[in-house]
C-alpha cells in the first residue's frame, strides 16, 4: 500500500502532536486538522499542511480530505456521546467520497467486541461500526490507560503542589499504561501494514505496574513523596466535570451533558474496569509486539522526560 499523504483530525491534541511528529519524522507528507492552529506555530511544524475543519459541518470535512491516502483519527472524548457519533458519521461520509484508501482508528480507549452496557465503552464500538460501514480498510488501536494522564492540568498540581495521588485506583490495581509517543508508533506503522486491515488491537505498555508502583515512580521523577489518596469514582467525575466548566462552560463536548450524568457514565467506567473480566486496562503486549515491533518506553523513562514544575 503506497501512502504518502496522511490526514490527521485531532491533530493538535495530547494525543494528536506525537501522531504528527512520527509521520514527519518517518517522511510522510502530513496535512493536521484543528481548530487550533496555533498550536503548530512551532518551527519543527514547518513542513506540515494546517487547516481547519468541524466535525459538524460536512463539507469542511469533504473538503480537507481531497487528494488524501490516509486518514488518522481520534474523536472528541467525552461528553455529548450521541452528538460524537453524528460527528463520526459525518466524518465516515466524507471518507467514502475521498480518495482515502486506509483508515487508522486511535478509540482513545478500550472497547468491547460486544456491548458491555457501559456507555462510554459502547459507543467505542458503535463509532467503529460506523467508520467500517464506509468499506474502506480500517485498522483500529484500542489503548487502555495514558501515562499522559498524570501530566495533564487535572493530575499535576495534585502531585506537585499538594503531593497526593488523588484517584480511584486502588494501591494494588496492576495497569498497563501506555504513553501518546507509543500509541503514535503503533499508528504509524500500520500506514504501511496493509495486512493489519480489520484488526482490533487492545493497546497497554510495556510493563505493568500497581498504583503503589506508579506513585513510586513520580515521587522519584518530581523529587518528592506523593502520598495515596482514595476517591470514588462519582467524585473523581464530579471534579473533573467542574474543571472542564471552568475551561469551557457547558458547551463543547459537554453540550447537552449534567454534572449527574457526567459522573454516573465515569463511575460506571471505572466499575467496569475495577470488576469486569475482560480487563480494559491490561493487554497482551506480547503478542502486540509480535505483530508490530515498536520500541516502547516505561513509565520510568517517561515520567523523567516531563515537566515537574510547581504550577
Given at each position: 500500500?503506497?501512502?504518502?499523504?496522511?490526514?490527521?483530525?485531532?491533530?493538535?491534541?495530547q494525543?494528536?502532536?506525537?501522531?504528527?511528529?512520527?509521520?514527519?519524522?518517518?517522511?510522510?507528507?502530513?496535512r493536521?486538522?484543528?481548530?487550533r492552529?496555533?498550536?503548530?506555530?512551532d518551527p519543527?511544524?514547518?513542513?506540515?499542511?494546517?487547516?481547519?475543519?468541524?466535525?459538524?459541518?460536512?463539507?469542511?470535512?469533504?473538503?480537507?480530505?481531497?487528494g488524501?491516502d490516509?486518514?488518522?483519527?481520534?474523536?472528541?472524548?467525552?461528553?455529548?456521546?450521541?452528538?460524537?457519533?453524528?460527528?463520526?458519521?459525518?466524518?465516515?461520509?466524507?471518507?467514502?467520497?475521498?480518495?482515502?484508501?486506509?483508515?487508522?482508528?486511535?478509540t482513545?480507549?478500550?472497547?468491547?467486541?460486544?456491548?458491555?452496557?457501559?456507555?462510554?465503552?459502547?459507543?467505542?464500538?458503535?463509532?467503529?461500526?460506523?467508520?467500517?460501514?464506509?468499506?474502506?480498510?480500517?485498522?483500529?488501536?484500542?489503548?487502555?490507560i495514558?501515562?499522559?494522564?498524570?501530566?495533564?492540568?487535572?493530575?499535576?498540581?495534585?502531585?506537585?503542589?499538594e503531593?497526593?495521588?488523588?484517584?480511584?485506583?486502588?494501591?494494588?490495581?496492576?495497569?498497563?499504561?501506555?504513553?501518546?509517543?507509543?500509541?503514535?508508533?503503533?499508528?504509524?506503522?500500520?500506514?504501511?501494514?496493509?495486512d493489519?486491515?480489520?484488526r482490533?488491537?487492545?493497546?497497554?505498555?510495556?510493563?505493568?505496574?500497581?498504583?503503589a508502583?506508579?506513585?513510586?515512580?513520580?515521587?522519584e521523577?518530581i523529587?518528592?513523596?506523593?502520598?495515596?489518596?482514595?476517591?470514588?469514582?462519582?467524585?473523581?467525575?464530579?471534579d473533573?466535570?467542574?474543571?472542564?466548566?471552568?475551561?469551557?462552560?457547558?458547551?463543547?463536548?459537554?453540550?447537552?451533558?449534567?454534572?449527574?450524568?457526567?459522573?454516573?457514565?465515569l463511575?460506571a467506567?471505572?466499575?467496569?474496569?475495577?470488576?469486569?473480566?475482560?480487563?480494559?486496562?491490561q493487554?497482551?503486549?506480547?503478542?502486540?509486539?509480535?505483530?508490530?515491533?515498536?520500541?516502547m518506553?516505561?513509565?520510568?523513562?517517561?515520567?523523567?522526560?516531563?515537566?515537574?514544575?510547581?504550577?
Amino acid at each position: 500500500m503506497n501512502i504518502k499523504n496522511v490526514i490527521i483530525f485531532g491533530a493538535a491534541g495530547q494525543q494528536g502532536r506525537p501522531q504528527v511528529r512520527e509521520a514527519l519524522r518517518q517522511g510522510y507528507r502530513i496535512r493536521a486538522v484543528s481548530r487550533r492552529l496555533d498550536a503548530f506555530n512551532d518551527p519543527e511544524y514547518k513542513d506540515v499542511q494546517t487547516l481547519s475543519a468541524d466535525y459538524d459541518v460536512p463539507a469542511s470535512l469533504e473538503a480537507a480530505l481531497e487528494g488524501m491516502d490516509a486518514v488518522l483519527v481520534q474523536l472528541p472524548s467525552g461528553g455529548n456521546l450521541e452528538h460524537t457519533l453524528g460527528q463520526c458519521a459525518n466524518l465516515s461520509s466524507a471518507i467514502k467520497k475521498s480518495t482515502v484508501r486506509l483508515i487508522v482508528y486511535n478509540t482513545s480507549n478500550w472497547g468491547p467486541d460486544t456491548p458491555c452496557g457501559v456507555p462510554i465503552y459502547d459507543y467505542v464500538l458503535k463509532f467503529e461500526e460506523t467508520f467500517r460501514a464506509t468499506g474502506v480498510p480500517l485498522v483500529i488501536f484500542r489503548p487502555g490507560i495514558f501515562m499522559d494522564n498524570l501530566a495533564t492540568p487535572f493530575m499535576k498540581p495534585m502531585f506537585v503542589n499538594e503531593g497526593v495521588y488523588r484517584y480511584p485506583h486502588t494501591l494494588d490495581a496492576a495497569y498497563d499504561w501506555i504513553c501518546h509517543e507509543d500509541l503514535a508508533k503503533f499508528m504509524i506503522a500500520a500506514l504501511q501494514r496493509p495486512d493489519l486491515a480489520g484488526r482490533k488491537i487492545h493497546l497497554g505498555g510495556r510493563e505493568r505496574l500497581t498504583t503503589a508502583q506508579v506513585i513510586a515512580i513520580l515521587s522519584e521523577a518530581i523529587g518528592r513523596p506523593i502520598r495515596y489518596e482514595y476517591i470514588t469514582s462519582r467524585k473523581l467525575g464530579e471534579d473533573l466535570y467542574d474543571l472542564t466548566v471552568a475551561g469551557q462552560g457547558t458547551g463543547g463536548v459537554l453540550a447537552g451533558v449534567t454534572r449527574d450524568e457526567y459522573a454516573a457514565d465515569l463511575e460506571a467506567f471505572y466499575d467496569f474496569v475495577d470488576h469486569s473480566p475482560l480487563k480494559p486496562f491490561q493487554a497482551d503486549m506480547k503478542k502486540v509486539l509480535a505483530l508490530i515491533p515498536i520500541q516502547m518506553t516505561d513509565m520510568r523513562t517517561w515520567a523523567g522526560r516531563q515537566d515537574w514544575s510547581r504550577t
